[in-house]
């Protein structure tokens, strides 16, 4: 969960293990010139693959399926938890014995430093022969671009930033529901409010104090209110080869900022979220006591052991400029990557291609994991997904979606960065320009350290 995703390691690890990697990496002998294609299919292999608690299940369906496919291949799974994958994890994939195949949250500081170590093997080659440049969404396949091509893919993905609402609530408040999940301004999101305070009724549960939802909505804004080059832009900028063009402190970021200030003042979230995680905020809805809450298509679980007495639908948050440019907010973040002192290099891009083929998309990822698949070349309306699942889904079908700023920039950069400082100004101790000014300061910090 993005909980999880947020905990990364302290600054100090992370310049200790740095200098680690690059020594330990530059007697690597997994190189990116051995090709998926030179297998020996004689050979008796053993492939490492990591795989993260809470997801054995699915990964042990594709490593049986793997070895049915290549008797000749035994994978092995070292399991690691989601602490240990943004933090520690780190020094295990820049060791001399790492795993063939690693677990790697791609907006973690634990890949930017293995890819600023080049402790990653370039896959371009796993990406042609998987098709994913095509099969993946566009945004997505640029934002995983480095200097050497892609090291990396994701498997899986995340809808959040997902207003979930109790449409018993809105009938007794004598509030509209918006046509389409669609939400019409940030105005009318706090007229809403209003009403429902007025009818004893909480507005909208954020987990404030969680880390990272108070700038997850920073997300859902910032596409509505940048033109495609600024978004570009602001998505690449952490890269020192890019060229900055959109600054952090002018619009469309400080605009953003201003929107999410205004929905505080406006009275949009519950009394005391300032002080409350995710787990605690989603509470009171499920109980049928608040009208909506932020989420994301991972809170379906919930929904299922709840026993709710009423049936849940979704709405987006409201644009801040261009109502046509609301779009559902995708996380890609949960990847897979080769360590270059991996021993088995050309299996393990093999695995990966694997693990990307619809096939595995949709009986593992999918039907087992629970997940929604990474890739666009699935149908929505065949796939095993739950019923609110498959209707977002459809909507991204239908509209589109854009990969979030916090999902995609570095986590030392982006949300562990920003999410405080907007929790600063929520609380009126800092101004929209003060933090964006502070998060262009970060900007050029990043760029020139790396």
């Not at 302290?10 to 310049?15: D, P, R, T």
């Not at 291949?73 to 994958?85: A, D, M």
């Not at 854009?402 to 982006?414: D, E, L, Q, Y």
């Amino acid at each position: 969960m993005r909980s999880r995703l947020s905990r990364l390691a302290g600054g100090g690890l992370v310049l200790l293990v740095t200098s680690q990697l690059v020594a330990a990496c530059a007697g690597g002998s997994g190189g990116s010139g051995q090709s998926s294609d030179e297998l020996d299919l004689d050979e008796e292999v053993t492939l490492t693959v990591q795989q993260q608690t809470s997801a054995e299940a699915m990964f042990a369906y594709i490593g049986e399926k793997f070895e049915e496919k290549y008797p000749n291949v035994t994978v092995k799974f070292e399991t690691i938890s989601q602490e240990q994958k943004v933090g520690s994890n780190l020094a295990v994939l820049g060791s001399s014995s790492p795993p063939d195949v690693g677990m790697i949250p791609l907006n973690s500081e634990v890949y930017t430093q293995l890819t600023n170590a080049d402790a990653l093997v370039p896959i371009s080659d796993v990406w042609a022969d998987a098709d994913l440049e095509t099969r993946y969404s566009a945004p997505v396949a640029a934002s995983m671009q480095t200097d050497d091509g892609p090291t990396a893919v994701v498997y899986s993905q995340l809808i959040y930033d997902v207003l979930w609402y109790n449409p018993d609530l809105f009938e007794q408040a004598g509030v509209e529901i918006p046509e389409d999940h669609r939400i019409e301004s940030v105005d009318a999101l706090i007229d809403m409010a209003t009403d429902f305070r007025a009818a004893g009724i909480a507005p909208l549960q954020l987990g404030g104090g969680s880390g990272y939802e108070a700038s997850w909505m920073l997300d859902a804004f910032l596409p509505t209110v940048a033109t495609e080059e600024e978004m570009a832009n602001l998505l690449t900028s952490h890269n020192p080869n890019v060229e900055i063009t959109t600054p952090y402190d002018g619009s469309p970021f400080v605009d953003t900022l201003e929107a999410l200030q205004a929905l505080g003042d406006g009275g949009v979230f519950q009394d005391g979220y300032l002080g409350q995680d995710a787990a605690t905020a989603l509470a009171p809805f499920l109980t049928g006591d608040a009208a909506m809450v932020l989420n994301g298509n991972f809170a379906v679980p919930e929904f299922e052991k709840a026993d709710l007495d009423f049936t849940p639908d979704w709405l987006l948050l409201p644009p801040v400029g261009d109502e046509s440019k609301v779009l559902q907010a995708q996380y890609f973040g949960d990847g897979l990557g080769i360590p270059v002192n991996s021993d088995a290099v050309p299996w393990a891009k093999k695995f990966i291609e694997f693990v990307m083929s619809d096939e595995m998309q949709e009986e593992a990822v999918v039907n087992i994991g629970k997940l929604l698949p990474a890739v666009t070349s699935l149908p929505s309306d065949e796939l095993a997904v739950d019923s609110w699942s498959a209707s977002l889904l459809a909507d991204i079908e239908a509209n589109g979606s854009a990969p979030g700023w916090t999902s995609v920039v570095p986590g030392g950069f982006g949300q562990q960065f920003i999410d405080p400082l907007v929790q600063q100004m929520l609380q009126g101790e800092l101004t929209p320009d003060e933090v964006a000014e502070q998060q262009q300061q970060h900007l050029i910090e990043f760029r020139d350290k790396n």
